[in-house]
C-alpha cells in the first residue's frame, strides 16, 4: 500500500491512450487479425462442399486423433511428472536445485529443429536409448511413441512453472494444523495442499496441450509422417501447401484456429480460477 | 496473535509428542521423489544436451568448424541475427504500448484484446507462416501489385522476418502487462500531478520500474526468433545461402545426410539457448532483489 | 554501459559479414532444382563459378533451392525468383511455360539431347542381404512387402517412378490396362506414406527404417548405397524400366529483368562441359558425353528402358495419369 499522497482520482489524467491504444490495434491488426481474417475468408472460399469433403477425409480425421491424442496424453504426463518436479522443487533442498530449476525451461528456449533432431538421435533403433528399447522389442523413433516423447519434452517446463508459484505461496499453517488434528502426511497432502493445486496443474496442462497440437519442429523430425497413422496436422497442412491444395489447407488451418481460440478461452478462465484459489 | 498461538503449541506438542508431527513427508519418500524428478530430468533434459553435442563432434573438431566455417552456414547465422534484431525491437515496442493501453487505462474489450494477443502463442507456427503465403504470396490477396511493384516478401528475407514477427509477437506484451497491472498507476499519476509530461513519465518512471520484465520479455522473444522453424519453413522457399535461417538450414543439412554438420549448427544454437537460460536466471535474482528493496519504501 | 553492449552485439553481427548484402559478387544466380541434386550441384557450382572468375574476371553467386520436382514448379510460377530451373521431367517445365509465361513454349529445343545433360533411371533399393527377395516389378505388390515412393502429385521421381511400374505393367499384360492398374493399385496399397520429393522417401526408407523397398533414381540409389551406408543396402535392377531425362532451362522473363541472361547461358552450357559430364558421372547420373566419363560406366547397369514418348509425352501421360480425378487419384486412398 502506498501511503501518503492525495490521490485525487481522475481517470484521464494519464495521457497517452489514443497513441497507445493506436498503436497496439493497428499493429495487432496488421500482423494478427488481418492475415487469420484472410485464413479464415479463404476457407469459406472454398464452399460447403469442400470443406466437409477435407474435415470429413480418414486422413485429416486421422491427423486430428493422432494430433489431439498425443499432445493429451503427453499433458497428462508432464502433469504428473511436472507436479512431482515442482514439489520437489519447492518444498525440498538438495545440491543442485538452483541449477536444475534454472534448466527446467529449456525445451522452451531450445529451437524446435534442434530438438527434433537430438530426440530422433536418441531414440532412433540405433540410438542412444532406442538401442537397448529395440532390444526389449519396443520401437519409439518414428512411431506415434516418439511423437509422444516429442511433445512430452516441449511441454515439460508449463506444469512446472504454473505449480511452482502456487506451492511456493503456500500458507504452510493449514498443513500444521491438519498436522495437530492428526491426520498423517498422506492425507494432508491428499486433502489440505493438493486441492488448490488443482487449478494450476489444469492450467499448466492445458498450455502444454495447447502447445502440443500445433507443434511442428520438434514432432517432423522423430514421426513416422505416415497418414492415418503418424501424421501430425501441422505437417497435413504443409503437405497441402506443398500440393498447392490451398482451400484444403486453409480449412484445416481454420479447424485448428479456431481450437487454438478455444483452448486460450480456457486457459484464461483456469487462470482466473487459479488467481482465485490464491487470494482466497 | 493466532500465530504466535499455534506455533508455540506445536513447539510444545514436539516437545512432548513420541513421535514428530508429519509436516513433511518421510525421508523415504522425501529422497525417491528427488531420485523421481532428478531421474526424469535427467533423461529429458540433460540426455539431448549431451547428444547434441556428442553428435557434433562425432567426425572430430575440425569437421565441425570447417561445418560452421561454411558460407552458407554463415550466411544462416547472418540472417538468424538479422532476423531477430529486426524483429525483437519491434515487438518490444509494440509490447510497451500495449501494456500501456490496458493496464493505465479502464475500457471494455480489454479480455478480448489480451485474448489477441496470445493468439499468436496459441496457434500452430505453421498456421503463423501459412496466412502470410496468402496474404502476400502471387496467388494472395496482394501477390499480383506486390508483383507488379517487383516486391517480393514470400521467398525471400522480408516473408521470413515478417512470419517470426507473428510468432514472437506476445512475448513482450505478456510479460508487461501482469507486471504493471501490478504497478498500478500511482507512479505515472504522481510524476505527472508533479508536472511531468507524458513521454518523460514513461521513460523516466514506467520503464525504469519495468526494466527487468522488459529485459525478460525481449530475452524470450529473442529466443523463440532465433529458434523459430515452422512458420518460417512455410514462407521461406528454402533458398540455401539466402532465405534458411539457422533452424532450416539444420534441416537442409540433416535431410543431405550431413548429420554431423547439422549438429555442429544445432550445438551453436543450443549454446545461445543456455546463454538465455543463464541470462533469465540472473534477471529473475535481480528482479526478486528489486522487489523487495521497493517494499522497503 | 547499454551502449557498449549494443555496439557489441552490432560488431558480432557485422563479424559475420554485412546481413543486408547478398555476397560479394557482382551476379548471382538462383537455381532452382529437384530434391536429389543438392549434392551434384554444390560441386558444380563451386567449379562454374572457377571458371566464371576465370572468363570474366567477375565473382558471381550460385544459390540453390531444392523441393519436389512439381512443387518447385508451382513455387517458380508463384514467384519464387530462379534465374535457371533444372527439373526432374520436362512436363514440369511446360508447367511453368504455361502457367506464368516465364519461358517460351518451345525451350526444349534450345539446348542439346532434349535440354537435358544427363539422364538417369529408376531402380530399386533394398535392404541388405534383400530380406523380401525382391527381383522386379511384381514383387512390389505381393502381399506384405512395404513399398516407399514419393508423391506424384509434388515429385517428378515418383510421376517416373509410376510410369516405369506402368510401362513394366503394361508389357507384362499386354497392353491390357485395367490389369495394369490392378498391379499399380497393389503397388501404392503397399505404400505406407508418400513423401513430398524423391530425398524425402529415401529417407524415409533408409533413416526411419520404414518399408522393404524403395523405388528410387538410380542416382539416390547408388548415393546411398555406395556412399551414405555402404553395406546397409543393395540396388536392385528391373527388368525393365523407364529413360529419365531431367532436363534444365533458362526462366527468360527472370533473366531479362535480372540482367544475368549471359550468365544464366553459360551456367546450362556448363552442364555439357566434359568436366561437368565426369562431375554427373561422379554423381551417379548417367552423363551424355561418352568420351569423357569412361571410368564410370561400371557404376550403370545394362537395363531395359522405355521411353515417356511410348506413352505419347509427359503432357498425355500426366492428363491420364496425374491430373485431377486421373488413374493415380482412383488407385491411391491415404490414411484408410
Redesign the interface.
Known amino acids: 500500500m502506498t501511503g501518503g499522497a492525495i490521490a485525487i482520482r481522475q481517470r484521464s489524467i494519464i495521457p497517452g491512450f489514443g497513441l497507445s491504444l493506436g498503436v497496439m490495434l493497428s499493429y495487432l491488426g496488421l500482423i494478427v487479425i488481418i492475415p487469420l481474417c484472410v485464413l479464415l475468408l479463404k476457407a469459406s472460399d472454398a464452399g460447403w462442399a469442400k470443406i466437409w469433403m477435407e474435415l470429413s477425409s480418414l486422413r485429416t480425421l486421422a491427423a486430428f486423433r493422432v494430433s489431439f491424442g498425443i499432445a493429451f496424453l503427453a499433458a497428462a504426463f508432464n502433469a504428473v511428472f511436472g507436479f512431482i518436479v515442482a514439489w520437489v522443487l519447492v518444498r525440498y533442498e538438495f545440491l543442485g536445485r538452483r541449477l536444475i530449476d534454472a534448466m527446467i525451461d529449456l525445451p522452451f528456449a531450445l529451437p524446435t529443429a534442434v530438438a527434433g533432431i537430438s530426440l530422433t538421435q536418441i531414440y532412433a533403433e540405433n540410438g542412444w536409448l532406442g538401442a537397448a528399447l529395440a532390444t526389449g522389442g519396443i520401437k519409439v523413433a518414428f512411431t506415434p511413441l516418439g511423437i509422444l516423447v516429442a511433445l512430452a519434452f516441449v511441454g515439460l517446463p508449463f506444469v512446472v512453472r504454473t505449480v511452482q508459484p502456487v506451492l511456493q505461496d503456500f500458507d504452510r499453517e493449514t498443513e500444521e494444523a491438519g498436522a495437530l488434528l492428526g491426520a498423517s502426511r498422506w492425507n494432508i497432502v491428499r486433502r489440505v495442499v493438493f486441492p488448490p493445486l488443482v487449478p494450476a496443474v489444469m492450467t499448466g496442462f492445458t498450455l502444454a496441450f495447447a502447445r502440443g497440437i500445433g507443434e511442428y519442429g520438434s514432432v517432423i523430425f522423430i514421426a513416422g509422417n505416415m497418414p492415418g497413422y503418424s501424421e501430425i496436422v501441422p505437417l497435413l497442412i504443409v503437405i497441402k501447401l506443398e500440393q498447392f491444395d490451398y482451400p484444403g489447407a486453409t480449412v484445416i488451418a481454420s479447424l485448428m484456429l479456431v481450437a487454438s481460440f478455444v483452448l486460450l478461452l480456457a486457459i484464461n478462465l483456469l487462470q482466473a480460477w487459479t488467481r482465485r484459489q490464491q487470494g482466497g | 496473535m493466532v500465530d504466535h498461538a499455534s506455533s508455540t503449541l506445536t513447539a510444545s506438542l514436539q516437545g512432548s509428542a513420541r513421535r514428530p508431527l508429519p509436516l513433511t513427508e518421510s525421508a523415504g519418500t522425501r529422497t525417491a521423489l528427488i531420485a523421481i524428478a532428478l531421474g526424469f530430468l535427467l533423461l529429458s533434459l540433460l540426455l539431448p544436451l549431451i547428444v547434441v553435442f556428442a553428435e557434433a563432434l562425432r567426425l572430430g573438431f575440425g569437421s565441425y568448424w570447417a561445418a560452421i566455417g561454411e558460407p552458407e552456414a554463415l550466411a544462416a547465422v547472418r540472417l538468424t541475427m538479422l532476423t531477430a534484431l529486426t524483429v525483437v525491437p519491434l515487438n518490444a515496442i509494440f509490447g510497451v504500448a500495449a501494456a500501456w493501453a490496458i493496464t493505465k487505462f479502464q475500457f471494455a474489450g480489454k479480455n478480448l484484446l489480451i485474448t489477441l494477443v496470445d493468439l499468436p502463442f496459441s496457434v500452430s507456427p505453421v498456421i503463423g507462416g501459412m496466412v502470410f503465403v496468402l496474404l502476400f504470396g502471387l496467388q494472395g490477396v496482394f501477390g499480383p501489385w506486390l508483383a507488379a511493384h517487383d516486391i517480393k516478401i514470400i521467398f525471400a528475407i522480408p516473408g521470413v522476418i515478417i512470419a517470426t514477427l507473428f510468432v514472437t509477437l506476445p512475448f513482450v506484451a505478456r510479460e508487461l502487462i501482469p507486471l504493471m497491472q501490478k504497478q498500478g498507476t500511482e507512479y505515472e499519476e504522481a510524476a505527472l500531478m508533479l508536472g511531468a509530461n507524458g513521454w518523460q513519465t514513461l521513460f523516466r518512471v514506467t520503464l525504469p520500474n519495468i526494466k527487468w520484465g522488459l529485459l525478460y520479455g525481449l530475452l524470450l522473444c529473442n529466443g523463440r526468433a532465433i529458434g523459430e522453424f515452422g512458420a518460417v519453413a512455410v514462407v521461406s522457399g528454402h533458398i540455401v545461402g539466402l532465405t534458411t535461417t539457422m533452424p532450416l538450414y539444420i534441416e537442409v543439412l540433416y535431410n543431405d545426410f550431413n548429420f554431423a554438420a547439422a549438429f555442429a549448427v544445432a550445438s551453436l544454437l543450443t549454446l545461445i539457448a543456455f546463454a538465455t537460460l543463464i541470462l533469465r536466471a540472473i534477471l529473475e535474482w535481480r528482479a526478486d532483489w528489486q522487489l523487495a528493496r521497493s517494499r522497503l519504501h | 554501459m547499454r551502449g557498449l553492449a549494443l555496439a557489441g552485439?552490432l560488431a558480432?553481427?557485422f563479424a559475420?559479414?554485412n546481413?543486408?548484402e547478398?555476397?560479394h559478387a557482382d551476379t548471382t544466380l538462383?537455381n532452382a532444382s529437384y530434391e536429389p541434386t543438392?549434392?551434384f550441384y554444390s560441386d558444380l557450382n563451386k567449379a562454374f563459378a572457377a571458371r566464371w572468375q576465370a572468363d570474366q574476371g567477375e565473382k558471381i553467386?550460385l544459390?540453390?533451392?531444392?523441393?519436389?520436382s512439381g512443387?518447385q514448379a508451382?513455387?517458380v510460377?508463384?514467384?519464387?525468383?530462379a534465374d535457371v530451373v533444372t527439373l526432374a521431367l520436362a512436363y514440369d517445365i511446360d508447367a511453368i511455360a504455361e502457367r506464368a509465361k516465364l519461358l517460351p513454349r518451345d525451350w526444349q529445343k534450345r539446348l542439346p539431347n532434349n535440354s537435358a545433360p544427363y539422364t538417369s533411371t529408376i531402380v530399386f533399393l533394398v535392404r541388405k542381404g534383400n530380406p523380401k527377395q525382391i527381383r522386379d516389378w511384381p514383387d512390389l505388390a505381393r502381399e506384405g512387402v512395404g513399398v516407399v515412393t514419393a508423391?506424384p502429385?509434388?515429385s517428378g521421381g515418383a510421376r517416373w517412378n509410376y510410369m516405369a511400374a506402368w510401362g513394366y505393367a503394361l508389357r507384362l499384360h499386354d497392353n491390357d490396362e485395367g490389369r495394369a492398374r490392378d498391379l499399380l493399385a497393389h503397388i501404392y496399397r503397399n505404400a505406407?506414406?508418400?513423401?513430398?520429393g524423391s530425398?524425402?522417401a529415401t529417407?524415409?526408407f533408409t533413416?526411419?527404417?520404414?518399408g522393404d523397398v524403395l523405388i528410387a533414381w538410380e542416382n539416390e540409389a547408388l548415393l546411398v548405397a555406395r556412399e551414405?551406408s555402404p553395406g546397409d543396402f543393395e540396388v536392385v535392377v528391373p527388368s525393365v524400366s523407364i529413360l529419365a531425362e531431367p532436363p534444365v532451362a533458362v526462366m527468360d522473363k527472370v533473366v531479362d529483368k535480372r540482367g544475368t541472361r549471359k550468365a544464366a547461358e553459360a551456367y546450362l552450357n556448363f552442364l555439357y562441359t566434359p568436366g561437368s559430364q565426369q562431375l554427373a558421372a561422379k554423381h551417379y547420373y548417367r552423363p551424355r558425353l561418352q568420351e569423357a566419363t569412361e571410368g564410370f560406366f561400371d557404376r550403370f547397369a545394362q537395363l531395359q528402358l522405355i521411353n515417356i514418348e511410348d506413352f505419347g509425352g509427359w503432357a498425355k501421360a500426366y492428363q491420364t495419369h496425374f491430373a485431377d480425378g486421373g488413374i493415380f487419384d482412383q488407385i491411391y486412398?491415404?490414411?484408410?
Do not use: M
Open positions: 552485439v558480432a553481427v559475420c559479414g546481413p543486408l547478398v555476397a538462383l543438392r549434392r553467386a544459390y540453390q533451392s531444392h523441393a519436389g512443387a508451382r513455387s510460377s508463384f514467384g519464387l525468383e508423391n502429385k509434388t505406407p506414406v508418400l513423401d513430398t530425398r524425402g529417407i524415409t533413416r526411419r527404417g520404414i551414405i486412398r491415404p490414411g484408410s
